[in-house]
């Protein structure tokens, strides 16, 4: 009698979900969700924006995608892109990235960052806020345009006293309550800001309960400034004030120490601290050369010397000469810094801990090839070609981990990064045979390949291999129910 009950209860449920109409239906895919192992071949039905079944069962759609032969997976979510304009994602869309976050250093004005956003993405956005702009705010200086990060000055380099450190708080918790994901501070570009600031600021973002997502003091290897000591700074302060901490690019951070680096996170998360970190895979890294980063003295605090550095346009190698003669030009210069052997980049993103983000940065066409291939890049190197990585690390890497750091933020990003029933329709769609980066140094702006269908909440911004001109990408906050 159970039995016949059972077989009854099945049957129904199969005639049910043959029945049920979707807004569209992903047939025939190797669909991978890291949140529950999930490898199989199954069709996903998507309504109303969202994922309303995942079954073996044949499903019915208004509108259908035949994914034979394809992964399909979470969209991927970078927690660290810079100048998230049109160009950028745009970019990013064609690497499979379904939401792009400028969480590193933040925006001037979140409110305004949001508003000029609001239907007019292709891709999810969202933003922290900037302890180094409102740096910039509490000495006066306004925000010029275009700069990903404030110039070197005086906001930048001076010990802030009562008047201004108040000024820098009120601005943040000002922000925050704008919706920002966390709180954004880049060390290496504010010189002045002392250890009593930086954990003043850690304990406006407990406060808060939004991390802090960190570009820590140095990357070299002389003390003091050393690379470990930077690193330290920062969990001994999320250590005092109790807030989770989100360590940027170990890989250009820490560089040949980012073993040391991540044993030492792993350590902390050991002990029972919330700490992330992310990695690249690129080695080369990206940043503006009129910054405080390139202060006198940055040559023993990076570990470099001019060599190192190249106009990303030309490939020209920089000398002491022409450093100075660009670092005093007007406008911002963006340069390439050589400081990541592929052994060290390798042992970083296949490290356990280590998230995926772009660091994307590009602007008027010129920028680092990250914005464009950083995603595509794993699959093709660390999965395909070194074996390295598995899909499913590869993926878990690119969605649920990103997601995770967010999820007590933002009840939003508990429906990112998974491939279920109820999750957001942010999905990507990719032939592991052939997905690949193609941008390089000399031509960041080259689009991914490989990629045949990208979409956010449920429309489709890449749709063939082409992009499409649909931009339902919305604004991710912290203002969501949490």
């Given at each position: 009698?159970?039995?016949?009950?059972?077989?009854?209860?099945?049957?129904?449920?199969?005639?049910?979900?043959?029945?049920?109409?979707y807004?569209?239906?992903?047939l025939?895919?190797?669909?991978?969700?890291?949140?529950?192992?999930?490898?199989?071949?199954?069709?996903?039905?998507?309504?109303?924006?969202?994922?309303?079944?995942?079954?073996?069962?044949?499903?019915?759609?208004?509108?259908?995608?035949?994914?034979?032969?394809?992964?399909?997976a979470?969209?991927?979510?970078?927690?660290?892109?810079?100048?998230?304009?049109?160009?950028?994602?745009?970019?990013?869309a064609q690497?499979?990235?379904?939401?792009?976050?400028e969480?590193?250093?933040?925006?001037?004005?979140?409110?305004?960052?949001?508003?000029?956003?609001r239907?007019k993405?292709?891709?999810?956005?969202?933003?922290?806020?900037?302890?180094?702009?409102?740096?910039?705010?509490?000495?006066g200086?306004?925000?010029?345009?275009g700069?990903?990060?404030?110039?070197?000055?005086?906001a930048?380099?001076?010990?802030?006293?009562?008047?201004?450190?108040?000024?820098?708080?009120r601005?943040?918790?000002h922000?925050?309550?704008?919706?920002?994901?966390?709180?954004?501070?880049?060390?290496?570009?504010?010189p002045?800001?002392?250890?009593?600031e930086?954990i003043?600021?850690?304990?406006?973002?407990?406060?808060h309960?939004?991390?802090?997502?960190?570009?820590?003091?140095?990357?070299?290897?002389?003390?003091?400034?050393?690379?470990v000591e930077?690193?330290?700074?920062?969990?001994?302060?999320?250590a005092?004030a109790?807030?989770?901490l989100?360590?940027v690019?170990?890989?250009?951070?820490?560089?040949?120490?980012a073993?040391?680096?991540?044993?030492?996170?792993?350590?902390?998360?050991?002990r029972?601290?919330d700490?992330?970190v992310?990695?690249?895979?690129?080695?080369a890294g990206?940043?503006?050369?009129?910054s405080?980063?390139?202060?006198p003295?940055?040559?023993?605090?990076?570990?470099?010397?001019?060599?190192?550095?190249?106009?990303?346009?030309?490939?020209?190698?920089?000398?002491?000469?022409?450093?100075?003669?660009?670092?005093?030009q007007?406008?911002?210069?963006?340069?390439?810094?050589?400081?990541?052997?592929?052994?060290?980049?390798?042992?970083?993103?296949?490290h356990p801990?280590?998230?995926?983000?772009?660091?994307?940065?590009?602007?008027?066409?010129?920028?680092?090839?990250?914005a464009?291939?950083?995603?595509?890049?794993?699959?093709?190197?660390?999965?395909?070609e070194?074996?390295?990585?598995?899909?499913?690390?590869?993926?878990?890497?690119?969605s649920l981990?990103?997601?995770?750091?967010?999820?007590r933020?933002?009840?939003?990003?508990r429906?990112?990064?998974?491939?279920?029933?109820?999750?957001?329709?942010?999905i990507?769609?990719?032939?592991?045979a052939?997905?690949s980066?193609?941008?390089?140094y000399?031509?960041?702006?080259?689009p991914?390949?490989?990629?045949?269908?990208?979409?956010?909440?449920?429309v489709?911004?890449?749709?063939d291999?082409?992009?499409?001109d649909?931009?339902?990408?919305?604004?991710?906050t912290?203002r969501?129910e949490?």
């Amino acid at each position: 009698m159970w039995r016949w009950l059972a077989a009854l209860a099945v049957a129904t449920i199969s005639v049910v979900a043959q029945q049920t109409s979707y807004d569209l239906v992903i047939l025939n895919g190797r669909v991978v969700d890291p949140e529950t192992g999930l490898d199989a071949v199954r069709n996903v039905g998507i309504t109303g924006g969202r994922i309303a079944a995942v079954s073996s069962d044949a499903l019915a759609g208004r509108a259908t995608i035949d994914a034979r032969g394809l992964v399909v997976a979470p969209g991927f979510i970078d927690l660290h892109s810079h100048i998230n304009d049109e160009a950028t994602f745009t970019l990013a869309a064609q690497d499979g990235v379904t939401t792009a976050l400028e969480l590193e250093i933040g925006v001037p004005d979140v409110a305004a960052f949001y508003a000029a956003r609001r239907g007019k993405a292709r891709v999810n956005f969202g933003t922290s806020a900037s302890h180094p702009w409102a740096r910039a705010a509490a000495f006066g200086d306004a925000p010029p345009a275009g700069a990903m990060v404030p110039p070197n000055g005086r906001a930048m380099e001076t010990v802030a006293g009562p008047g201004e450190r108040g000024e820098i708080v009120r601005r943040i918790e000002h922000e925050l309550d704008a919706g920002a994901l966390g709180v954004g501070m880049g060390l290496a570009y504010t010189p002045g800001a002392t250890r009593s600031e930086v954990i003043e600021v850690f304990r406006v973002a407990a406060a808060h309960r939004v991390p802090v997502f960190v570009h820590v003091r140095s990357s070299g290897r002389v003390e003091p400034g050393s690379s470990v000591e930077s690193i330290s700074e920062v969990i001994a302060a999320a250590a005092i004030a109790g807030a989770a901490l989100h360590v940027v690019h170990v890989n250009s951070s820490c560089m040949a120490d980012a073993p040391e680096c991540l044993e030492m996170i792993a350590g902390a998360r050991a002990r029972g601290l919330d700490v992330t970190v992310e990695g690249y895979p690129y080695g080369a890294g990206m940043t503006d050369l009129k910054s405080a980063v390139f202060n006198p003295g940055w040559q023993q605090r990076l570990g470099i010397a001019e060599h190192e550095l190249a106009i990303p346009e030309t490939g020209e190698r920089l000398t002491p000469e022409s450093f100075t003669r660009y670092r005093a030009q007007r406008d911002p210069r963006l340069v390439l810094v050589y400081t990541n052997p592929d052994p060290v980049v390798d042992a970083v993103i296949v490290h356990p801990l280590t998230l995926i983000a772009s660091d994307a940065v590009m602007q008027d066409g010129r920028g680092h090839p990250r914005a464009a291939g950083t995603f595509a890049r794993v699959l093709a190197r660390y999965v395909r070609e070194q074996r390295s990585l598995t899909l499913m690390d590869a993926i878990r890497k690119m969605s649920l981990m990103p997601a995770q750091r967010l999820d007590r933020v933002t009840a939003t990003a508990r429906r990112k990064g998974r491939l279920q029933a109820g999750a957001d329709a942010d999905i990507t769609i990719f032939d592991p045979a052939t997905v690949s980066d193609r941008a390089t140094y000399a031509a960041p702006t080259q689009p991914s390949v490989g990629f045949k269908y990208v979409l956010v909440n449920g429309v489709a911004v890449v749709q063939d291999g082409r992009l499409t001109d649909a931009v339902p990408g919305r604004a991710i906050t912290s203002r969501d129910e949490r």
